[in-house]
């Protein structure tokens, strides 16, 4: 009959069955494992999502295969190491039970927002963003026109303080990545700092991007920059001169130095990122600043992971994002409210 539907899970408007709520599969799994289920309705209702269809189920064994150590997690974020356990020693079926609770209390935290591991640095750098002179949201970027006639583009969640009043003409770069193109003016030094790390030029053009991790790198696209890398070895400032497609990666305490296509360092302020051998970690991070969530990799040898990409930012960044886990065969699981889990599949 006309109009009726086969499938319990919804038909789509052009009679296919409709996509699967992966993220209602997480809510749902997050509550039947809350430990709060007096009558058994979470559970039930978990199982019954995952018995709609095979779709369900798929979905289903790659939530668990995610949160499929529960014991583990719940040591971790008690701060005890899975080590201290004796070997062959079963714990009480108590002490599991409140083990397996408390993992699935983190779980339920990521999946309703309030404090969660994977969205616990967007929630910190959006209250450091209001300490800052001039921050930008995620998605964002910026441009400036400084007092001294120089001219400044933020990217999407950097953030940065001023000192252009008088003889000075600093900018410390807390967060994020800036290019800047700065106005000549030889009686007034114009500085970059981000960390450690402190930019010097007179005229030029220039980025500067400090990264979550704590790496700091300094690229030129023209003129030349006077760069002091304070925590070397040795006692004095290592001092670098950077000309023209010259890039300076500090982190880690140590110093590497490549060339780059000045047409690809400020290809970012044109909605394109370029990826160039970063952890995955980082790269996902520089995603992020395009997405309304944060990621959460569990798993530090994929996290670790190099990978070089060159990704169109105009779908935006969640498209992004699956562009680059599909080139790299990686799983993308989305938790209510933007947060995403990212597993090898």
């Not at 220039?206 to 030349?224: I, K, Y």
């Not at 105009?314 to 938790?335: E, K, M």
Request: net charge neutral; glycine share 12%.
């Amino acid at each position: 009959m006309a109009g009726e539907h086969s499938s319990s899970q919804g038909d789509g408007h052009d009679g296919r069955p409709a996509p699967v709520d992966e993220e209602q599969g997480w809510e749902l799994y997050a509550r039947a494992t809350s430990g709060d289920d007096p009558d058994g309705a979470a559970a039930r209702a978990w199982a019954g999502w995952r018995r709609l269809s095979p779709d369900h189920e798929a979905i289903a064994r790659r939530i668990e295969s995610v949160w499929s150590d529960a014991d583990a997690l719940a040591v971790e974020v008690a701060g005890r190491p899975a080590a201290m356990r004796t070997p062959g020693r079963p714990r009480p079926q108590r002490r599991r039970s409140a083990l397996k609770a408390l993992a699935a209390s983190v779980l339920m935290a990521a999946v309703i927002g309030y404090g969660a591991l994977a969205t616990r640095g967007h929630w910190q750098g959006a209250i450091l963003n209001l300490t800052h002179d001039v921050a930008t949201g995620v998605g964002e970027r910026r441009e400036l026109l400084l007092a001294d006639g120089s001219r400044m583009v933020l990217d999407a969640a950097s953030a940065v303080d001023l000192a252009m009043a008088g003889d000075r003409r600093d900018v410390i770069l807390a967060r994020g990545r800036l290019l800047v193109e700065v106005a000549r003016d030889p009686d007034r030094p114009f500085t970059v700092t981000a960390g450690t790390v402190r930019a010097l030029v007179l005229g030029t053009g220039f980025t500067v991007e400090r990264r979550p991790s704590g790496t700091v790198s300094v690229a030129v696209l023209h003129g030349r920059v006077q760069v002091a890398v304070p925590h070397e070895p040795r006692q004095d400032p290592g001092r670098y001169q950077l000309g023209p497609g010259d890039r300076l990666t500090f982190g880690h305490g140590e110093v590497a130095l490549d060339r780059i296509d000045p047409d690809r360092i400020a290809a970012w302020t044109r909605g394109v990122l370029l990826i160039d051998g970063r952890r995955l970690e980082d790269a996902v991070a520089m995603i992020d600043a395009h997405r309304g969530g944060a990621s959460f990799i569990p798993d530090p040898d994929l996290a670790a992971m190099r990978v070089s990409a060159s990704l169109n930012l105009d779908g935006g960044g969640d498209a992004a994002l699956d562009r680059l886990a599909a080139a790299l065969g990686l799983a993308v699981h989305r938790l209510p409210g933007g947060p995403v889990v990212i597993t090898r599949r």
